[in-house]
């Protein structure tokens, strides 16, 4: 059974940074593309960042670019979310999510089939 468990939001000053980690289970990181994705109320799920364990390479929202750091541990099966320099915009619920290859952006939410839970990010002083 597939099953992504996220953890290591909360408030943060801007400017601060939070690390986000998504634990897998039921299946290895190398068989998906891993992704953080985020929404806020009234708004449409965005992509942040994916990763390709299998194919080596990474993928950022320019919104985040430079700021935000996607990787992960095989030996843990989890994927991490290093955010930096954070914005109040980045306030949003953040949801960690298993899928493709599929005909949608690699970016989309709807190529992704397994999804966490969501974690809270606020950014606020």
């Known amino acids: 059974q597939v099953q992504l468990v996220e953890s290591g939001g909360g408030l943060v000053q801007p400017g601060g940074s939070l690390r986000l980690s998504c634990v897998a289970s039921?299946?290895?990181?190398?068989?998906?593309?891993m992704g953080w994705f985020r929404q806020v109320p009234g708004k449409e799920r965005e992509g942040v960042s994916v990763?390709?364990?299998?194919?080596?390479?990474?993928y950022y929202a320019d919104s985040v670019k430079g700021r935000f750091t996607i990787s992960g541990d095989t030996a843990k099966n989890t994927v991490y979310l290093q955010m930096d320099s954070l914005k109040p915009e980045d306030t949003a619920v953040y949801y960690c999510?298993?899928?493709?290859?599929?005909?949608?952006?690699?970016?989309?939410?709807?190529?992704?089939?397994?999804w966490g839970q969501g974690t809270q990010v606020t950014v606020s002083s």
């Open positions: 039921g299946f290895t990181l190398d068989r998906f593309a």
């Open positions: 990763i390709s364990i299998s194919g080596g390479s990474t």
């Open positions: 999510a298993a899928g493709g290859p599929s005909g949608f952006g690699v970016l989309n939410p709807n190529g992704y089939h397994y």
